[in-house]
């Protein structure tokens, strides 16, 4: 056994309403300079949907992730040295800013300084790469009013393989949403892809970084990376990607998309697993064994015998506190309610997803019946609209199995739970019915609808007596200019209508250059 730690998100898309502020508080801590106006560390996309870039699921046509070849082992879809060697300075299996989106802002100086006059002043769209004219095709999110229509939904690449299960009418279709970030893999085909070694996953807490020094601009972990969440800085000639917020993590703070989350869907904390354990697991031959076989990594942090090799090999007592209280944990390999996204990659995600279940309610009270009753709920599972065979295709590589069984646990929280506050006599078979106590129905629900700031967020405290000198470090560091990831700068330098330092903001109060100030006025 080779113990080692790694911090994970998990995310209930059955809380999730779409308001994309998770995306927009992201984008202003990292992405909001030159080079990267296309790039969302943080997108919010709608299913069914191609998704950001268009279609990046496709790996037959993008080569992102692994394969497994007949022998049993791995190799990156997009080939080894001697096709990096050949497609090196020009790579074909790259999405172009199409697939993306041309960024854009308004001409918002010709409705400020419009002279008075007869004609109404309008702000057209200009493109942000050549501040030429244009007209606005796609976006991150362009599936969001469009995703359940047959003229954007059929392109979605999960459709392609069960589009007769899906019906696309107007008054039948169904959409949910969908947060993604990086994944911070076990197994990141991304790391494998970078020539120059550039990429590397911190062995302390699992975070895939880049070394903007390191990097030359090959391009090979866009590739590699098959959830396309690696991005190429065009002012700069470096790669960058979703960071995990690791400043305010070191600080003992959850990342900005977790901390500014209006849904409270998402929750961080440690995860202990076998690092001799991951090459097999992600190796297993059948694509439906790769959930399990992730499962079958991740160690039980209250297990006598796993604390003891976790202190000997030196994770601090802190992370192993943390993994015994960790919310990811119990979501993930106690109740087992939360998925791994796209698992057949053969990554091993780490940031992974409770589905959702609201249609299912919805269905059955219109329908007549009683939407919460738990054999009414059980019943409908099968007759979603959008069917349990989409929700396996995302999360389980087409095995239906586990998603069922996350969703009738849900359902089955929900009606037990509606008993308990009716005050009426709950009934034990319901909690029986999916494998679980009474007890642990009662905790999976307070942890998923009650669960405070420091139960949602259970992150190791060891860097929260050096967090002055890391939150000096982080608005300080050298990615905190132009070309860098950050640009957050020293708080006590902004005048009011400069960058919002979100690195090291624990959500409390109002932090300098959230909104413009006059001079002289208060603050």
Excluded at 196 to 220: H, P
Excluded at 235 to 251: D, I, Q
Excluded at 306 to 333: C, F, M, N, Y
Aim: charged content about 25%; aromatic content about 10%.
């Amino acid at each position: 056994m080779r113990l080692m730690a790694q911090l994970a998100m998990v995310m209930n898309l059955d809380k999730c309403i779409g308001c994309h502020t998770c995306s927009v508080t992201c984008k202003q801590a990292w992405t909001n300079r030159g080079g990267v106006e296309y790039a969302w560390f943080n997108n919010v996309e709608t299913r069914p949907g191609q998704g950001y870039p268009r279609r990046y699921e496709d790996q037959e046509q993008w080569k992102g992730g692994w394969e497994r070849t007949a022998r049993g082992r791995l190799r990156l879809r997009a080939g080894g040295r001697f096709r990096k060697l050949l497609s090196l300075f020009a790579n074909p299996d790259l999405p172009r800013i199409d697939d993306y989106y041309e960024p854009w802002t308004y001409e918002y100086r010709t409705l400020l300084e419009a002279p008075l006059g007869d004609d109404i002043p309008v702000a057209r769209p200009k493109s942000q790469i050549t501040g030429e004219p244009t007209q606005p095709r796609w976006g991150p999110n362009w599936d969001d009013d469009l995703g359940g229509s047959t003229e954007h939904g059929t392109a979605d690449p999960v459709l392609a393989k069960i589009g007769e299960k899906v019906k696309m009418e107007f008054e039948q279709t169904f959409m949910f949403y969908l947060p993604r970030i990086c994944e911070h893999c076990l197994n990141p085909s991304c790391v494998a892809s970078c020539p120059s070694g550039a990429m590397y996953k911190r062995a302390e807490d699992g975070i895939v970084l880049v070394d903007q020094d390191a990097c030359r601009g090959w391009r090979m972990c866009v590739t590699g990376c098959p959830y396309k969440k690696v991005y190429f800085n065009h002012k700069t000639g470096k790669a960058e990607k979703c960071t995990f917020c690791y400043p305010r993590l070191e600080a003992g703070e959850p990342t900005v998309c977790a901390e500014t989350c209006v849904g409270r869907l998402r929750y961080i904390g440690v995860l202990l697993y076998d690092a001799d354990k991951v090459l097999e697991a992600a190796s297993v031959e059948n694509d439906h064994d790769l959930y399990p076989a992730q499962l079958g990594v991740f160690c039980d942090p209250h297990d006598p015998e796993v604390v003891k090799e976790a202190e000997r090999v030196g994770i601090p007592h802190d992370w192993i506190t943390a993994a015994q209280r960790s919310p990811v944990h119990d979501l993930i390999s106690r109740y087992k309610v939360a998925l791994p996204l796209r698992p057949e990659y053969r990554t091993m995600p780490m940031v992974w997803y409770i589905p959702p279940l609201s249609p299912v309610v919805d269905a059955v009270a219109q329908s007549g019946f009683d939407g919460e009753d738990s054999q009414n709920l059980f019943g409908a599972i099968d007759s979603l609209r959008i069917p349990v065979e989409y929700l396996a295709e995302l999360f389980t590589a087409g095995d239906p199995e586990p998603v069922e069984a996350s969703l009738r646990k849900m359902a089955a929280m929900r009606s037990y739970m509606r008993a308990v506050n009716l005050g009426d006599t709950p009934d034990a078979s319901i909690a029986e019915a999916v494998g679980l106590t009474e007890q642990e129905l009662k905790a999976m629900y307070r942890l998923l609808a009650l669960a405070k700031y420091d139960e949602r967020y259970v992150i190791p405290t060891a860097g929260v007596g050096r967090a002055h000198e890391l939150e000096s470090i982080a608005t300080g560091c050298s990615l905190d200019t132009d070309g860098g990831p950050g640009m957050g700068g020293s708080p006590s330098s902004s005048n009011g209508n400069g960058s919002v330092d979100l690195f090291t903001w624990d959500g409390k109060g109002r932090p300098d250059g959230l909104f413009r100030t006059t001079e002289g006025a208060k603050r």
